[in-house]
């Protein structure tokens, strides 16, 4: 195991002078993550606290603790499998470190960074105390049986030792792992940690072992809270929304479940890993996952819908809102120049190119970023936490009615700042996350 202190994503260079902004930030008036969102924040004098300089962005922007493993999987057929795993903590100024851990045969270091920044402006913007971290196993899942990856994911917590904790580092599902990949988790790490609180450790865990009711639809309920609030501010009327869904997995499938029944909006295309049905008129959520499930991913043959060519067409299929909610890098220049949506919701991490984004800017897309688009599943997350902890639990309606309240909070204060400095959805986000983390780690001392 290798643990590396200080080291980790790019530096900002104090001497960047504003013509050498990258290309993709169209010259400063727009960016695309933590970093260009610095970057741009600073060139607009928006921080009124000369305390955030660029040495403290740049200590802001980096991962403070890299951890590398090397998992030896036994297989069922008595093979040896050695498995690539990553956990970064990338930031805990504000709280311990909180983020979900993927397994994905894709996963790599670069892109656990990537994720792990992403969650320490999250939880500061939704202004819940714990910091950022990522965790990624290098694997593919469908070629495991459910015995392999219970081994896998009790390797993985043994392992990771005492580099998580309640108060230390609290890991979440993610792509491709599950609330019974949480009970393993906690299972696991409570047989070497006997304190009163082993519980909290992970969070989404299922109901029946202290979960927190509504964690499992808590993320995709975010993406069309924030749905139904852009409606308010841009007087939309739902009904008359086109909504395209890329992923029905955890996150897609309840965000067009919600999107369809509460708000009443057309959900008019979904896509998977295998392919992506379009329907003008609407696609019955329900059934479509159902059909999903029962043909083991296909969609070919839904009666509710027309099966598309290519997976991906879904991307650029008429709608009015496009949703990506799989993986990151979904939405490509191609896709931006192609796509007719005049709104995008981040409900995945980071699915949008920087040169994807800084065509939707020039197009005048409003795009809801992923740090606030996907912030309802690590608020529930934390309603489970402080339940474990305190050992009382709530009634479903107290935690949904938090969600709203806490999403509807974060949405209108990013609304409020764009309107203060005439600046997009995702640089007031980021200024927002960015003004917090760094007031506590000044107060800190560091
Ligand atoms: P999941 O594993 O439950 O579902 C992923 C879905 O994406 C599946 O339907 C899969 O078939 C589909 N998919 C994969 N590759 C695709 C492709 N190329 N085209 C179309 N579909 C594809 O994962 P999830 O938990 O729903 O996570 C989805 C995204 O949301 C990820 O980016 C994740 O980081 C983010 N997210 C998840 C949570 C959470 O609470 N689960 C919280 C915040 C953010």
């Known amino acids: 195991m290798i643990t590396k202190e200080n080291e980790g994503i790019t530096y900002l260079d104090p001497d960047m002078k504003e ?85 994905h045969q894709a996963v790599d270091l670069a892109e656990v960074r990537k994720m792990a920044n992403l ?20 694997v593919n899942p469908k070629e495991l049986s459910v015995h392999e990856i219970r081994r896998l994911t009790k390797a993985l917590v043994a392992h990771l030792g005492n580099n998580i904790g309640p108060h230390i580092d609290i890991p979440a599902p993610d792509v491709n792992t599950n609330p019974q990949i949480m009970a393993w988790i906690f299972d696991e790490y409570s047989k070497g940690h006997l304190e009163s609180s082993p519980l909290a450790v992970v969070t989404g865990k299922p109901v029946e072992l202290n979960g927190c009711q509504g964690r499992l639809e808590a993320t995709g309920r975010g993406v069309a809270i924030m749905l139904r609030e852009l409606a308010k501010l841009k007087n939309l009327d739902l009904s008359e929304l086109k909504v395209a869904i890329q992923g029905f997995g955890n996150v897609g499938y309840y965000a067009a479940k919600i999107i ?43 009666p509710g819908a027309e099966e598309l060519e290519n997976r991906d067409d879904l991307l650029v299929c008429d709608c009015d809102v496009l949703i990506p909610a799989a993986l990151a890098n979904a939405i490509t220049a191609d896709v931006a120049k192609q796509t007719n949506a005049k709104i995008i919701i981040e409900a995945a991490n980071g699915p949008t190119t920087p040169e994807a984004n800084a065509i939707l800017y020039d197009k005048g897309v409003f795009i809801i970023p992923s740090i606030l688009a996907n912030a309802g599943g690590v608020i529930v997350s934390y309603f489970e936490w402080t339940q474990n902890l305190q050992q009382y639990y709530w009634e479903y309606e107290r935690i949904i009615s938090e969600l709203d309240k806490r999403m509807v909070k974060a949405f209108w204060d990013v609304v409020d700042v764009m309107e203060e400095h005439s600046i997009e959805a995702r640089q007031a986000a980021y200024f927002i996350a960015l003004e917090k983390v760094a007031a506590a780690a000044l107060l800190r001392g560091f």
């Open 19 to 103: 013509k050498e902004y990258p290309q993709h930030t169209l010259n400063g008036k727009t960016c695309f993550d933590a970093e260009s969102c610095f970057l741009l924040n600073r060139k607009q004098n928006l921080h009124k606290d000369e305390k955030i300089d660029d040495t403290l962005l740049s200590y802001l922007n980096t991962c403070k603790r890299e951890i590398i493993m090397e998992i030896p999987l036994r297989k069922d057929d008595g093979t040896l499998l050695p498995v690539k795993a990553y956990r970064v903590q990338h930031n805990n100024a504000r709280g311990p470190f909180k983020g979900g851990i993927r397994y």
């Open 260 to 302: 369809s029944e509460e708000l009443g909006a057309k959900v008019v295309g979904v896509s998977n890993a295998v392919g992506a049905i379009y329907n003008a008129d609407g696609i019955d959520v329900e059934a479509a996952k159902a059909y999903e499930h029962e043909h083991k991913d296909y969609f070919i043959g839904f």
């Open 119 to 138: 969650m320490t402006w999250k939880t500061a913007l939704v202004d819940i105390p714990f910091g950022g971290a990522k965790g990624g196993v290098a």
